[in-house]
């Protein structure tokens, strides 16, 4: 069964510095893979996806995300962050023989003046 | 950008009530998703819907609750004897076609707060 670990559940990071979230999956098959952030009193947006392909993915607001199939990992990156990037962000998997997303517990990202 | 929307976005509601989610899902999207925050938790899968008819659910999916697309637009998830439990944010999400590929877009959520 796929599951979906974020291991930082709060990350505090100082406005225009660098920041890494983490997220590891396990599953038998091949996945695909997604970052969604929610701001705060809104909705789930997608960020970024891994399909295939290249393992380094690029997705909206400057992040990127990279996939490390022999670490079961897809982390985030963003080398310099904003005030309004202060939001949850949920890493989640699906399988190719399933259709619906796992997610991730969430890491709450808060980004200090 | 065609989004997903729903209403309302907050319900309160009176224990053991019935409570209706609505959600207008993205026009051509044909695969339509409800899943669950319980508030500090993460996001879970509730269930998915195609062709009229309900393709996975979850456990926490019981006969309490049901699905229905009742006309071209709108996908609504029922609650027939709500419960403190089912207190939540709760997300309606679609996505074009089949293949798992492709990202669900998901609408802002309704609260559900039940008394």
């Known amino acids: 069964a796929q599951s979906v670990t974020q291991l930082d559940s709060q990350v505090p990071v100082f406005e225009e510095a660098p920041v890494e979230l983490r997220c590891n999956y396990s599953?038998?098959?091949?996945?695909?893979l997604f970052w969604y952030v929610q701001y705060p009193n809104q909705g789930l947006q997608l960020l970024l996806k891994?399909?295939?392909?290249?393992?380094l993915v690029k997705g909206i607001n400057g992040f990127e995300a990279e996939f490390n199939k022999s670490q079961t990992s897809f982390h985030l990156r963003k080398p310099s962050v904003h005030i309004s990037d202060t939001a949850e962000y949920f890493c989640a998997v699906s399988e190719a023989s399933d259709d619906k997303v796992i997610f991730g517990p969430g890491t709450s990202l808060s980004v200090i003046p | 950008e065609p989004e997903v929307t729903q209403t309302p976005s907050h319900q309160v509601t009176q224990m053991g009530q019935e409570v209706i989610l609505r959600c207008v899902p993205i026009s051509n999207h044909l695969y339509f998703y409800w899943y669950r925050q319980i508030l500090g938790q993460k996001v879970e899968f509730l269930v998915s819907f195609y062709n009229n008819e309900i393709s996975e659910k979850s456990e926490i999916f019981d006969d309490q609750f049901s699905v229905e697309r009742p006309d071209g637009s709108n996908f609504t998830l029922k609650i027939r004897s709500t419960k403190l439990e089912d207190s939540a944010m709760y997300f309606c999400a679609s996505k074009e076609g089949p293949n798992s590929n492709q990202p669900q877009h998901f609408g802002d959520g309704t609260r559900l707060s039940i008394l």
């Open positions: 599953s038998s098959v091949s996945v695909y």
């Open positions: 891994y399909l295939s392909g290249s393992t």
